[in-house]
């Protein structure tokens, strides 16, 4: 028995010869280069684009895929997910709660299930910025790349460094700074400069800091020290500010993204445009803000949040900030996925006035720059990772068709393809 499943593992985690496959597109939408082409074909080998054009020759073994009624574009990106938490709402269910009644592997399990459902809904790559226990969601990315399992692309900050306390509050003493299981408390040059390495040591690909969730927030000093030292390494620096002074120490520090930064005013809007901060806006709806509340009295409530955010986001993208689609959902609304709570998002950045060709680029290189890998992917161009989605209606017109998506790839191999695509040998040029 035990020699069957290493059998079987073994042949898992061998990786299969890819397909070569001839996509053939009615529209092709790249919005990295904002071109959009009609009538192409696709040539994806292993696990690459290879080719595109309007009248290529498909190569000998090519199975045909017909996309020709639809819009094919990157796969979708998310650069602020927490695939394995679920926050408990109501009044028994304090913030902390999870840290004490959820294992790491159990947050695996839940983040694994949220990794799969968000890959079907066209999602091929995500950002996963912390609150994981003990590095579930770097487990989860090694086991996708291990092909163990579907799902996307995952990229991990490993535990969230914060100032003492994580973004936990009034814990008693006698407890004990239990909130560990979750954050990294570092306080001091030293202590940020050990927790930037900790985390790189345990496999994070972004380093993520909590600066305002306590009335003390980290300095220009300490900041510039995780910058350093998360540069020095090749990853970028993410961090939690909801504006204020924690958010002008952040801007002066030279970090990659500014997450939330609900309450940011234009001059530090422009700021971070002329030092290339990207906003990771997590711009909520306002049905999630009802659900979530003021998160324990640190936000206003949600009938003044939900147009602020808005407004936030309508004053960022007139400026110019480079916009990256970041949705932060961690609640649980029944009967809806992980993917559709996802999407909500997608009306509020409508009603801020935000272009669908811009929206497309947020949700595709806009993520690949921030997590430095948009040289590979985030793009429908030769040489790129084929990471695919289809949908049968424009999303340039209308944005909300993202949530149609019928076919799924990902590195070449389809995840998904539902009733609009048909799979066949290739007989023909199209
Ligand atoms: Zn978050």
């Known amino acids: 028995m035990k020699t069957l499943l290493a059998a079987i593992l073994m042949l898992i985690s061998v990786p299969v010869l890819a397909q070569t496959y001839a996509i ?39 199975v045909l895929i017909d996309l020709s009624h639809e819009w094919v574009l990157p796969g979708l990106m998310d650069a602020h997910t927490h695939l394995t938490l679920t926050e408990l709402t109501g009044g028994d269910a304090p913030y902390e709660s999870y840290f004490l009644k959820e294992s790491t592997a159990y947050r695996a399990l839940r983040g694994l299930y949220n990794a799969e459902v968000v890959l079907d809904a066209g999602f091929t790559t995500i950002r996963d910025v912390g609150n994981m226990g003990e590095f579930a969601m770097t487990d989860v990315g090694r086991a996708i790349d291990k092909g163990w399992f579907a799902g996307p692309t995952i990229v ?3 535990k969230i460094i914060a100032p003492f306390g994580g973004q936990s509050h009034n814990i008693p003493p006698e407890q004990g700074p239990f909130w560990k299981y979750e954050y990294i408390d570092a306080d001091g040059v030293v202590e940020i400069r050990k927790a930037v390495r900790t985390n790189i040591y345990y496999g994070a690909g972004v380093i993520k800091l909590v600066l305002d969730d306590n009335p003390y927030h980290y300095s220009v000093e300490e900041l510039r020290a995780a910058v350093d030292e998360a540069h020095h390494a090749g990853l970028p620096v993410s ?27 234009d001059a530090q809007l422009k700021k971070m445009k002329d030092k290339g901060i990207f906003l990771v806006g997590t711009d909520f709806p306002r049905a999630h803000l ?25 004053r960022a993208y007139r400026i110019g900030v480079h916009l990256a689609f970041g949705s932060d959902t961690v609640m649980e609304i029944a009967g809806r996925t992980r993917a559709d709570l996802m999407f909500d998002y997608l009306a509020v950045w409508r009603t801020a006035g ?35 989605i289809a949908v049968p209606a424009d999303p340039l017109g209308d944005i909300e068709n993202l949530r149609r998506v019928d076919f799924v790839m990902k ?19 199209p």
């Open 239 to 265: 961090v939690h500010t909801y504006g204020g002074e924690a958010a002008d120490n952040a801007i002066e520090a030279g970090v990659d993204s500014i997450e939330h930064g609900f309450f940011l005013t």
């Open 411 to 429: 590195n070449g191999r389809i995840v998904r393809h539902g009733t609009q695509s048909t799979i066949g040998s290739y007989v023909n040029t």
């Open 290 to 314: 009802d659900v979530i509340g003021t998160s324990g009295g640190i936000l206003p409530e949600p009938a003044v949040l939900a147009p602020g955010i808005i407004d936030r986001l309508t």
């Open 24 to 62: 053939h597109a009615g529209t092709v939408i790249d919005p990295g280069s904002g071109t959009v082409l009609h009538d192409q074909v696709i040539v994806v080998e292993q696990g690459l684009i290879k080719a595109i054009g309007p009248n290529l020759t498909a190569p000998a073994g090519a």
């Open 156 to 158: 991990s900050s490993g």
């Open 354 to 388: 935000v272009p669908p060709a811009q929206i497309l680029k947020s949700m595709t290189t806009e993520v690949a720059q921030i997590m430095r890998i948009d040289k590979t992917r985030g793009r429908v161009a030769v040489g790129y990772a084929a990471d695919l």
